[in-house]
T-cell receptor, first 113, second 112 residues
Framework: EPEVTQTPSHQVTQMGQEVILRCVPISNHLYFYWYRQILGQKVEFLVSFYNNEISEKSEIFDDQFSVERPDGSNFTLKIRSTKLEDSAMYFC???????????FGEGSRLTVL | GQQLNQSPQSMFIQEGEDVSMNCTSSSIFNTWLWYKQDPGEGPVLLIALYKAGELTSNGRLTAQFGITRKDSFLNISASIPSDVGIYFCAGQRYNQGGKLIFGQGTELSVKP
């Protein structure tokens, strides 16, 4: 069964460093998303991406964040200068045009020290 | 803001019991979904609901999209130990780039 894959599974970084999280969405999907989940809390929307541009973003997704689809398969989330409060599990998801049915990856755990 | 209120927060049940959890919102959603999350993993889609009043089953799971479009429930019948996990409801509105708003989750524990 096709799946969303994410790397790395865990990254530890120093505050102020740049981090890039990578995702390979399901191959025939057209919508791509990043969500985050702080430990013990609910899953929060960060950004959605369609047709090579951001279609929706949350207030969390400030200027420190950016997304890119550098080639036909990868979808990346960059955090320019990490803060302690960026420590969370980051989930990539993808969907066909059909509304609602997002498929999530296993997540990348980011720890900022 | 856009909030979903999910209850209960946690449930401790005996294997074989039925379980019910629900989500409510102060505003309308066009799609309701239910996801399950196991520790250290991503949410896995269980059921998607697209029309008000819709009742959909997936094995022992049944979910309904409320008539008002402001609520949904999920029932699990005859629970088994592998049902353990956190269940999240999620709502979606048209023209929001596919964004899902998640509830706070219901943590389910099943005692064999």
């Amino acid at each position: 069964e096709p799946e969303v894959t994410q790397t790395p599974s865990h990254q530890v970084t120093q505050m102020g460093q740049e981090v890039i999280l990578r995702c390979v969405p399901i191959s025939n999907h057209l919508y791509f998303y990043w969500y985050r989940q702080i430990l013990g809390q609910k899953v929060e929307f960060l950004v959605s991406f369609y047709n090579n541009e951001i279609s929706e973003k949350s207030e969390i997704f400030d200027d420190q964040f950016s997304v890119e689809r550098p080639d036909g398969s990868n979808f990346t989330l960059k955090i320019r200068s990490t803060k302690l409060e960026d420590s969370a599990m980051y989930f990539c998801a993808s969907s066909e045009p059909k509304p609602g049915e997002l498929f999530f990856g296993e997540g990348s755990r980011l720890t900022v020290l | 803001g856009q909030q979903l209120n999910q209850s209960p927060q946690s449930m401790f049940i005996q294997e074989g019991e039925d379980v019910s959890m629900n989500c409510t919102s102060s505003s309308i959603f066009n799609t309701w979904l239910w996801y399950k999350q196991d520790p250290g993993e991503g949410p896995v889609l269980l059921i998607a609901l697209y029309k008000a009043g819709e009742l959909t089953s997936n094995g022992r799971l049944t979910a309904q999209f409320g008539i008002t479009r402001k609520d949904s429930f999920l029932n699990i019948s005859a629970s088994i130990p592998s049902d353990v996990g956190i269940y999240f409801c999620a709502g979606q509105r048209y023209n929001q780039g596919g964004k899902l708003i998640f509830g706070q989750g219901t943590e389910l524990s099943v005692k064999p």
